[in-house]
Every structure is written in C-alpha cells, then in structure tokens.
C-alpha cells in the first residue's frame, strides 16, 4: 500500500519510478494491483438523492410488493382448491401441533388482555353513566362493545403479535437454512406442507378464542360493576343478556374469523418474502406484525360499515 501510494504520488508529478530494485513478488503484486483498477460503480457515493428518486423508489417498491402479495394470495387460493378436491398434501401432526399453539398456549395472555380491556371498559363507563344515574347500564356497555368489535380485536392483535409473528419467523428461519428450497427440490409445494396447515389452524382456533375473549372481557367488566357500582350477580347478568344478540355474537365471531385469515396470511407471506440473512428473520417478524395490525383495523372499519348497511 505504501508503495502503490508512492508510485501514485510519482505518477501525478510526472517522476519516472525504478522498479528493477524490488523483489520479484512485490513487483508481480504491484502489477496486480495496477490491472485490477477501482470500479467507478463500486466507490461509495455521498449525494442523497433527490425527491422524485425517492417517490419513485417507493412507489417501484410499493408495486413489487403488490404484486408478490396477489401472486401469493393467487397461489394460496390454488391451494386451498386442492384442499377442497382433497389433493392437498401436509402433514396432520403439524396442523395439530400448530392448533396447539395457536389455541391452547395463548389462553393465558388472552385471558389477560380481554379481563382488563372489560375491566376498562367498565370503569370509563361508570364513570360517565354515574353522573346520571345509569350505572345499571354498564353491563349492556361492556357487553355490547365486547361481544360486537373488542373481543374480535384485541384477540386478533394478540395473535397478531404472537402467532403472526412466530409464522414468520419459524418460515424466515427456514427460508435462511434453504429448508423451503429443500422441499421444492423434494417435490412437495411448500405453500401445501408449510402455508395451509398454519392457515386452517388459525381460521379454527380464532373463533374458540373470540368467545372465550368475550367471556373474560364480560367476567372483567363484571368485577368493576359488583366492586365498584355495588350491582349483584342477578342484575349484571340479566342486563348482559338482554343487551347480547345473537345477531352481534356471531358478527364478532365473523369478524375474528377474518382477523384469523389476515394475520396467517400476513405471517407467512413475509416468512415466505425473508432474505438470506440473519437479520432479515426479525425484519421479517416486525412486518408480520405491523401489516397484520393495519390489516385487522382495515378489516373492522370496513366490516362495521358494511354491518351497518346490510342492518347486522
């Protein structure tokens, strides 16, 4: 390096260099190092770019990730006509697997989240409907809110942050140690033996935890109005009944079916779409989440306004 440095010096001032005093090898490798010139692609460049490059960036980016996301949804239709035909292949051990920890293992955070989120309820409500003597209708709050849009909600963002995220990082993971390549070599679809059985699971479990979820936000929603508004179990529990329609139940449990098919297909498209490193594991996690959150508020904004149209 100092000689190249030297020779380079000599070469803007016009100095002749002697090389014959050198050792053979140094001059082989300063004739090296001469042919293999820097690339002028290859020299790091300081200019950012301007703002029409980067809207343009964004918006190429935006269009490939549309299309990789419609190819997907493209192909996971396919597969789930194959399932239908009964001409899908996966293994039956790992849906149930999958059922397990997607239903079972989240009872504890869900029962959680859902017995605060209607203890809330209850205590904002209270606070309101005391003013005016109406802290019967507490129960008909927490239990209309719960039952129609909260309990399909919160249960779906924590399977968001849970389960979607896992998805994504189990296929990521996968994706890195060539595991998928692997089993494209082998002849199965991975969409088949990976995709769909994480998918099913989901659809069946987030119906079971929907009801459950409403059950805990009610229960919570109960200990604020029996500690709080000195209301009894007959009261709180007539009033709930009353203010429950079949109609709003199973709008919810709609709901959470929905929220379920988001959030698997939001998990393993970016599992699917993980580079091959590791750090694109965990930026293939956080995507999982984020996307499966803005599509979850997407879907209940426009599911209530279309319940509100048809009259649900």
């Not at 504890?108 to 005016?132: C, D, E, K, W």
């Not at 119906?207 to 936000?217: I, Q, T």
């Amino acid at each position: 390096m100092f000689l190249m440095k030297v020779m380079n010096y000599c070469r803007q001032q016009e100095i002749v260099t002697d090389r014959e005093g050198l050792p053979d090898g140094i001059r082989r490798l300063l004739e090296l190092a001469e042919i293999v010139q820097e690339q002028e692609a290859a020299k790091p460049t300081t200019d950012a770019p301007s703002f029409l490059a980067r809207v343009g960036t964004v918006s190429t980016d935006s269009f490939f990730s549309l299309s990789e996301m419609l190819h997907f949804l493209g192909d996971v239709t396919l597969t789930f006509v194959k399932l239908v035909r009964m001409r899908a292949r996966y293994r039956t051990a790992d849906l149930l697997l999958i059922v397990q920890e997607c239903g079972p293992q989240a009872l504890p955070i869900v029962t959680l989240i859902s017995f605060l989120m209607g203890a809330i309820l209850a205590f904002v409500g209270a606070v309101q409907l005391r003013q005016f003597g109406a802290q019967i209708y507490v129960a008909d709050l927490v239990a209309i809110a719960v039952v129609r849009d909260m309990g399909a909600m919160m249960t779906g963002i924590i399977m968001a942050g849970r389960t979607g995220a896992a998805f994504a990082a189990k296929l990521g993971t996968m994706k890195v140690t060539q595991e998928i390549d692997a089993l494209s070599t082998l002849g199965f679809s991975p969409l088949e033996f990976l995709v769909l059985p994480r998918v099913i699971a989901l659809c069946l479990m987030m119906p079971l935890l929907c009801l459950y979820s409403d059950l805990m936000g009610i229960l919570g929603g109960a200990a604020v109005g029996l500690g709080m508004l000195d209301l009894s179990w007959t009261t709180y529990y007539h009033q709930t009944i009353n203010a429950i329609t079949l109609t709003a139940l199973f709008g919810g449990i709609f709901k959470g079916v929905t929220y379920g098919v988001l959030i698997a297909l939001s998990g393993c498209l970016r599992g699917m779409q993980c580079g091959g490193s590791a750090s694109a594991v965990g930026e293939a996690a956080t995507s999982a989440v984020v996307t499966s959150i803005v599509l979850i508020v997407t879907a209940c904004g426009v599911l209530s306004v279309v319940f509100y149209i048809i009259g649900v």
